[in-house]
């Protein structure tokens, strides 16, 4: 089958087996690696990426099902080499810990930032309830995302 999907503002016409998910797509065909393959039954949150703006498991979604969809991995989330609000805001709480899970952390953060603004603990708990991280250091998560949260309504303030 020959899909066109558009990847982090690049447009990609390939032909694929019908059968490989998203997940094997981007990093077997175009080398976008950002996306971790992890538990391969959409549990853990280390293939997420954005479909259309929705947050996705790469892993249990057909590559097939993107085809003139708009896709955004990790890669795509910096613009211009400039790291994202999200992404600064990791850093700055210690929020990478290992590392493994925070690609699809950063992915479902800025989904959930997208979506809603003046986020409770609570929202921001379920809003990334699909990513787990085994270094169990949630707190500095959830408190990166707020950060972003509290100074993008700072921002619509003023």
């Not at 087996?17 to 971790?36: H, M, P, Q, V, Y």
């Not at 805001?89 to 953060?109: E, H, M, Y």
């Amino acid at each position: 089958m020959k899909i066109k999907v558009c990847v982090n503002g690049q447009w990609y016409e390939k032909f694929i087996d019908i059968r490989i998910s998203l997940l094997e797509f981007l990093r077997n065909e175009l080398n976008l690696t950002g996306a971790k393959e992890c538990c391969l039954v959409g549990e853990c949150g280390a293939c997420a990426v954005l479909v259309d703006g929705v947050n996705v498991n790469s892993c249990i979604y057909l590559a097939a099902w993107a085809d003139g969809k708009n896709i955004t991995t990790i890669e795509g989330i910096e613009k211009n080499g400039k790291l994202s609000d999200i992404q600064e805001s990791f850093i700055k709480n210690g929020a990478v810990q290992c590392g493994f899970c925070t690609p699809g952390l950063i992915i479902s953060s800025t989904a959930l930032l997208n979506k809603k603004s003046n986020l409770t603990k609570f929202e921001i708990r379920r809003g990334i309830s699909g990513n787990l991280c085994r270094c169990t250091g949630y707190q500095k998560i959830i408190n990166a995302i707020s950060e972003v949260d509290k100074n993008k309504c700072n921002k619509n303030e003023q």
